[in-house]
């Protein structure tokens, strides 16, 4: 029986003298998993890596149970959404899908109708019939993502899907990914921005310079972050008496008077003792109104993770 | 309402020379070329021939070495004008590989990047554009055709004297002159291929194909008809009649003459230009 | 699915694109041309017998009359005025030989009998030679036809087609960026590879092997009707099939060479350029060299041997010696092995294939 997940066994690959990924371990689950890092960190090669399109230097790859160097086998349950623009030459957009479903074994019949379901599922209809050659940049990630999805694969792989979407097919489209993860299938895409993927992600691996920094969700990434003092602003009146209490702590390493008196803002090494520390001057009868975490949003991440590594 | 102060400035400074912006590219693509390493083999196998003609020059002008020969023999070591046509035909051949290889890379790739708009939009004409990578494989063919041609031509004045390059010039300017109308034919042909089809492979064997292709069916057309007139459509035949006439060679009869040639050539360069400025546009076709 | 129909999913979706893509004119253009040469011949030779043999025409006998050593007022008075009638002089030359006494006068005239051409010489005012030839002589056309078969068609018109239909299946998508969609289809990379390879091989074969007909039917069919018949009865059909067999098996052998070669090397025009200049001096080689030749097992399948072209110099045909023919099964065999060896190394070039489209 064949393992429901996507497993990297100490992957690397080089491009002559050039480092594609390094000693890459991961074990992906089901689910929507976003792979992020900045532009030449290795995304794509991760993603070209799990569909046999360019092969490992060293490591194991299987896609729930299947080696990419059997793409007969492989691709029957993977739909791959490449960056790669161009289609088979002077091929219309029902063509480029109709061709790659009749090579599924799918009759002639079958496949026209999957055809138009998976180019409807994706607001084509109407150019279905032009060459994908005319198409602008979002209508053919459109057909591309109408091509992966249309002999409805258990592991679905996008590269960068959201590029070049206008708002309205963008939650469309995050839409459609929540809703094929929701069956037990992988739907594993490629974003330079944690911002974007973040909201629809059940997990993200960052990724950076050829190897993984960071995966889980963003909020458990955050906490397995010690090199970097957590982040808090405590709105509350009476903030030099607060300040002065918190200076106390030995986990204490920096804090700064918002402006107008309004709070503090405090960076704490150990977020335990810290919760500890609050709830002892809360109950020793000073009001605070309000903490909020400053740096797990993923912006602060990102940073943390992946800024440095640049 | 809105004021928009004007803070832009055109540039004022000086600028370099037209023919000095024009041998920017030419630059860059010699650089490119020498590094690849079929090129660099065929430059240096290139050059065999004409040290081995040299070798000949240098022992037919020892006749102290051939004394007891026959005429028949002596006749066979004069350096004249045959002895330059044959080492002219062999090293076209070199120059023909050579740019069949080097070529297409010249302009295939920019058609097939879209990079003719980049181009374009800078201070550069479509001639300057097609002159820029015309003297790239001028330059490079000249290394295997003119330079060789003439240094053996002034290997042969220098040895033999002042005489006989009074009573031969008329060869050195035949090895100048034909050579030159050569590179350039091979040249328009070797960019119009590549600007014809926008895969550098493809159109290093199109270059090939039009030489042999064109050579094969003017044969056919001679052989068919039992006539000989089809040999002008052969661009190698075209071109070593021409030279023939240049170094003052007899040409058979029945074979289309210099002037049918010359005016083939012509009509061919002329129709290449012609194509060559069509497809070099700065427009992007979707196909 | 099986592998055996996939392979036909994937040569029939290529068929459409190799078929018809604008890309193709040119192959059809080579593969059409002889035909339209021995068309343009049949039309051409009727046209001269018309022109030339009404009041131009003379008399046979008096033609054959005329002999070496005659002048050519002599002949002029004999037979009468010829079709055409041309004089060049010498003009002398730099570095002419004195002692090499050269003719300063040749005077050509061409007389037709109403059958034959008869192309006379003359060298100071001498009748030198004499070539006479039947317009439209069939046992002429057809070495004409075997010439133009193996020199033209097999060694350049066939090397160029499929060098141009089988480069484009793999390194032509490499280039287009879309070899990728193959590779994400559900099936084995050696499936792709022969499924492609079956529509180039169909392509190829249909158009050169259609073409070599063609042409054979242009040669054929214009001349007398007797002779014709006769032809068809004995040996015509056998040589028809030869040609086209020999045609097709080009195809196979060429275009599996061109095919791996595609995927092995990122410039396959330097292996055309070898192959070329292999195939094109092989036959000054020793027998061994030259069996190790497409040309050569393709030229054994041709049922009609070619003679050496007339205007060689002699030191190169004293240098060219052909090696005898190989036996014609062996030719088939030696073809199929090699094409097997070929797409053997090109399936494992394409299992080992990489998209990489940046490197290209």
Same mark, same amino acid.
Request: proline content about 4%; overall charge neutral; hydrophobic content about 50%.
């Given at each position: 029986?064949?393992?429901?997940?996507?497993?990297?066994?100490?992957?690397?690959?080089?491009?002559?003298?050039?480092?594609?990924?390094?000693?890459?371990?991961?074990?992906?689950?089901?689910?929507?998993?976003?792979?992020?890092?900045?532009?030449?960190?290795?995304?794509?090669?991760?993603?070209?890596?799990?569909?046999?399109?360019?092969?490992?230097?060293?490591?194991?790859?299987?896609?729930?149970?299947?080696?990419?160097?059997?793409?007969?086998?492989?691709?029957?349950?993977?739909?791959?959404?490449?960056?790669y623009?161009?289609?088979?030459?002077?091929a219309?957009?029902?063509?480029?899908?109709?061709?790659?479903?009749l090579?599924?074994?799918?009759?002639?019949?079958?496949?026209?109708?999957?055809?138009?379901?998976?180019?409807?599922?994706?607001?084509?209809?109407?150019?279905?019939?032009?060459?994908?050659?005319? *198409?602008?940049?979002?209508?053919?990630?459109?057909?591309r993502?109408?091509?992966?999805?249309?002999?409805?694969?258990?592991?679905?792989?996008?590269?960068?899907?959201?590029?070049?979407?206008?708002?309205?097919?963008?939650?469309?489209t995050?839409?459609?990914?929540?809703?094929?993860?929701?069956?037990?299938?992988?739907?594993?895409?490629?974003?330079?921005?944690?911002?974007?993927?973040?909201?629809?992600?059940?997990?993200?691996?960052?990724?950076?310079?050829?190897?993984?920094?960071?995966?889980?969700?963003?909020?458990?990434?955050?906490?397995?972050?010690?090199?970097?003092?957590?982040? *808090?602003?405590?709105?509350?009146?009476?903030?030099?008496?607060?300040?002065s209490?918190?200076?106390?702590?030995?986990?204490?390493?920096?804090?700064?008077?918002?402006?107008?008196?309004?709070?503090?803002?405090v960076?704490?090494?150990?977020?335990?003792?810290?919760?500890?520390?609050?709830e002892?001057?809360?109950?020793?009868?000073?009001?605070?109104?309000?903490?909020?975490?400053?740096?797990?949003?993923?912006?602060?991440?990102?940073? *943390?993770?992946?800024?440095?590594?640049? | 309402?809105?004021?928009?102060?004007?803070?832009?400035?055109?540039? /004022?400074?000086?600028?370099?020379s037209?023919?000095?912006?024009?041998?920017?590219?030419?630059?860059?693509?010699?650089?490119?070329?020498?590094?690849?390493?079929?090129?660099?083999?065929l430059?240096?196998?290139?050059?065999?021939?004409?040290?081995?003609?040299?070798?000949?020059?240098?022992?037919?002008?020892?006749?102290?070495?051939?004394?007891?020969?026959?005429?028949?023999?002596?006749?066979?070591?004069?350096?004249?004008?045959?002895?330059?046509?044959?080492?002219?035909?062999?090293?076209?051949?070199?120059?023909?590989?050579? =740019?069949?290889?080097?070529?297409?890379?010249?302009?295939?790739?920019?058609?097939?990047?879209?990079?003719?708009?980049?181009y374009?939009s800078?201070?550069?004409?479509?001639?300057?554009?097609?002159?820029?990578?015309?003297?790239?494989?001028?330059?490079?063919?000249?290394?295997?055709? #003119?330079?060789?041609?003439?240094?053996?031509?002034g290997m042969?004045?220098? #040895?033999?004297?002042?005489?006989?390059?009074?009573?031969?010039w008329?060869?050195?300017?035949?090895i100048?002159?034909?050579?030159?109308?050569?590179i350039?034919?091979?040249?328009?042909?070797?960019?119009?291929?590549?600007?014809?089809?926008?895969?550098?492979?493809?159109?290093?064997?199109?270059?090939?194909?039009?030489f042999?292709?064109?050579?094969?069916?003017?044969?056919?057309?001679?052989?068919?008809?039992?006539?000989?007139?089809?040999?002008?459509?052969?661009?190698?035949?075209?071109?070593?009649?021409?030279?023939?006439?240049?170094?003052?060679?007899?040409?058979?009869?029945?074979?289309?003459?210099?002037? /049918?040639c010359?005016?083939?050539?012509?009509?061919?360069? =002329?129709?290449?230009?012609?194509?060559?400025?069509?497809?070099?546009? =700065?427009?992007?076709?979707?196909? | 699915?099986?592998p055996?129909s996939?392979?036909?999913?994937?040569?029939k979706?290529?068929?459409?694109?190799?078929?018809?893509?604008r890309?193709?004119?040119?192959?059809?253009?080579?593969?059409?041309?002889?035909?339209?040469?021995?068309?343009?011949?049949?039309?051409?030779?009727?046209?001269?017998?018309?022109?030339?043999?009404?009041?131009?025409?003379?008399?046979?006998?008096l033609?054959?009359?005329?002999?070496?050593?005659?002048?050519?007022?002599?002949?002029?008075?004999?037979?009468?005025k010829?079709?055409?009638?041309?004089?060049?002089?010498?003009?002398?030359?730099?570095?002419?030989?004195?002692?090499?006494?050269?003719?300063e006068?040749?005077?050509?005239?061409?007389y037709?009998?109403?059958?034959?051409?008869?192309?006379?010489?003359?060298?100071?005012g001498?009748?030198?030679s004499?070539?006479?030839?039947?317009?439209?002589?069939?046992?002429?056309?057809?070495?004409?036809?075997?010439?133009?078969?193996?020199?033209?068609?097999?060694r350049?018109?066939?090397?160029?087609?499929?060098?141009?239909?089988?480069?484009?299946?793999?390194?032509?998508?490499?280039?287009?960026?879309?070899?990728?969609?193959?590779?994400?289809?559900?099936?084995?990379?050696?499936?792709?590879?022969?499924?492609?390879?079956?529509?180039?091989?169909?392509?190829?074969?249909?158009?050169?092997?259609?073409?070599?007909?063609?042409?054979?039917?242009?040669?054929?069919?214009?001349?007398?009707?007797?002779?014709?018949?006769?032809?068809?009865?004995t040996?015509?059909?056998?040589?028809?099939?030869?040609y086209?067999?020999a045609a097709?098996?080009?195809?196979v052998?060429?275009?599996?060479?061109?095919?791996?070669?595609?995927?092995l090397?990122?410039?396959?025009?330097?292996?055309?350029?070898?192959?070329?200049?292999?195939?094109?001096?092989?036959?000054?080689?020793?027998?061994v060299?030259?069996?190790?030749?497409?040309?050569?097992?393709?030229?054994?399948?041709?049922?009609?041997?070619?003679?050496l072209?007339?205007e060689?110099?002699?030191?190169?045909?004293?240098?060219?010696?052909?090696?005898?023919?190989?036996?014609?099964?062996?030719?088939?065999?030696?073809?199929?092995?090699?094409?097997?060896?070929?797409?053997?190394?090109?399936?494992?070039?394409?299992?080992?294939?990489?998209?990489?489209?940046?490197?290209?």
């Open positions: 029986m064949s393992t429901p997940e996507i497993v990297f066994d100490n992957v690397s690959k080089f491009y002559g003298e050039v480092l594609g990924v390094n000693r890459v371990d991961l074990h992906i689950p089901p689910g929507i998993t976003s792979l992020v890092g900045p532009n030449g960190s290795g995304k794509t090669t991760l993603m070209n890596l799990m569909t046999g399109l360019v092969h490992p230097n060293a490591g194991v790859i299987q896609v729930r149970g299947i080696s990419p160097f059997a793409p007969e086998k492989l691709m029957k349950i993977l739909g791959y959404a490449t960056q623009d161009a289609g088979p030459r002077g219309t957009g029902f063509d480029f899908i109709n061709s790659g479903l090579l599924h074994g799918f009759s002639t019949a079958e496949a026209e109708k999957r055809t138009w379901q998976a180019i409807e599922r994706v607001g084509l209809t109407a150019a279905a019939k032009r060459k994908v050659a005319g *198409y602008s940049k979002g209508m053919r990630q459109r057909i993502l109408a091509q992966s999805i249309a002999h409805d694969p258990l592991v679905l792989i996008l590269d960068e899907p959201l590029n070049g979407l206008d708002p309205l097919v963008r939650a469309e995050i839409a459609l990914f929540r809703e094929y993860a929701a069956g037990g299938r992988h739907v594993v895409l490629s974003s330079h921005v944690l911002q974007e993927v973040d909201v629809f992600s059940d997990q993200v691996i960052l990724i950076a310079n050829g190897m993984i920094v960071a995966e889980g969700q963003i909020k458990s990434v955050r906490e397995e972050i010690h090199e970097h003092p957590s982040q *808090y602003l405590l709105h509350c009146k009476e903030a030099s008496r607060v300040a209490l918190l200076f106390a702590e030995t986990h204490i390493s920096e804090i700064r008077l918002a402006p107008e008196g309004q709070g503090l803002l960076l704490t090494r150990n977020r335990e003792a810290f919760a500890t520390a609050l002892r001057i809360a109950l020793s009868g000073i009001d605070i109104d309000g903490v909020i975490p400053t740096d797990e949003n993923v912006d602060a991440l990102y940073e *943390y993770l992946i800024g440095g590594g640049r | 309402m809105a004021v928009y102060r004007r803070g832009y400035q055109r540039y /004022e400074g000086g600028l370099t037209h023919l000095e912006r024009l041998m920017v590219m030419p630059r860059f693509s010699w650089a490119r070329m020498v590094e690849q390493k079929f090129v660099l083999i430059l240096v196998v290139s050059m065999f021939w004409p040290l081995l003609c040299a070798t000949f020059v240098y022992l037919a002008n020892h006749s102290e070495l051939w004394q007891g020969f026959d005429t028949g023999f002596k006749k066979f070591l004069a350096i004249n004008g045959k002895f330059f046509s044959v080492f002219m035909k062999v090293q076209s051949g070199y120059a023909l590989i050579l =740019a069949s290889v080097a070529g297409p890379g010249l302009i295939a790739p920019d058609l097939s990047n879209n990079a003719l708009p980049l374009f800078r201070p550069l004409t479509r001639g300057d554009y097609i002159l820029s990578r015309m003297i790239v494989l001028l330059g490079l063919l000249s290394l295997v055709t #003119i330079v060789p041609g003439m240094l053996l031509f042969q004045a220098g #040895i033999a004297g002042g005489d006989w390059f009074w009573n031969n008329y060869l050195g300017a035949a100048f002159f034909g050579f030159a109308l050569y350039v034919t091979v040249s328009l042909v070797a960019m119009t291929c590549s600007a014809y089809v926008k895969w550098r492979v493809v159109a290093g064997a199109l270059v090939l194909a039009f042999f292709l064109l050579a094969g069916a003017s044969e056919m057309v001679n052989s068919v008809f039992r006539v000989e007139w089809a040999s002008v459509f052969n661009v190698g035949y075209a071109m070593n009649t021409v030279w023939a006439g240049m170094l003052d060679l007899a040409i058979p009869d029945e074979k289309p003459g210099v002037l /049918e010359a005016v083939f050539i012509g009509a061919l360069g =002329a129709g290449l230009l012609a194509l060559l400025a069509r497809k070099l546009r =700065a427009v992007e076709v979707v196909k | 699915m099986t055996l996939q392979i036909w999913v994937i040569a979706m290529e068929l459409g694109r190799v078929f018809f893509s890309r193709s004119f040119w192959v059809y253009l080579l593969a059409l041309f002889p035909t339209v040469i021995f068309l343009g011949h049949a039309i051409d030779a009727q046209l001269k017998v018309k022109r030339w043999g009404g009041e131009r025409g003379v008399k046979a006998e033609l054959d009359q005329a002999q070496s050593g005659m002048t050519d007022e002599q002949v002029l008075a004999l037979v009468g010829p079709v055409t009638d041309q004089t060049r002089k010498r003009r002398a030359r730099r570095d002419d030989d004195p002692a090499d006494k050269q003719p006068v040749r005077r050509y005239m061409m037709f009998d109403g059958k034959r051409r008869v192309d006379l010489r003359f060298e100071d001498k009748l030198v004499r070539n006479a030839r039947v317009l439209m002589n069939f046992e002429d056309d057809r070495r004409v036809y075997a010439g133009m078969f193996q020199y033209f068609y097999l350049l018109g066939i090397f160029f087609g499929c060098l141009g239909i089988f480069i484009n299946l793999f390194r032509g998508e490499m280039l287009d960026r879309s070899l990728h969609f193959w590779f994400l289809a559900p099936v084995k990379r050696e499936v792709l590879l022969l499924g492609k390879y079956l529509a180039g091989l169909i392509a190829a074969a249909v158009i050169f092997g259609g073409g070599a007909m063609l042409s054979f039917l242009a040669m054929v069919l214009p001349h007398d009707s007797v002779e014709v018949q006769t032809f068809w009865q040996i015509g059909t056998e040589h028809a099939f030869w086209a067999a097709a098996l080009g195809c052998g060429y275009g599996s060479v061109f095919l791996a070669s595609g995927l090397l990122r410039n396959p025009i330097i292996p055309a350029i070898v192959i070329l200049v292999w195939e094109s001096i092989n036959g000054f080689l020793p027998d060299m030259q069996k190790l030749s497409v040309l050569h097992y393709l030229q054994s399948l041709c049922p009609v041997p070619v003679p072209p007339t060689m110099p002699a030191v190169l045909k004293m240098l060219l010696a052909p090696a005898a023919p190989t036996a014609v099964w062996i030719s088939v065999a030696g073809l199929l092995t090699l094409t097997g060896l070929v797409l053997f190394a090109a399936m494992q070039a394409a299992r080992r294939l990489e998209i990489n489209y940046g490197a290209e």
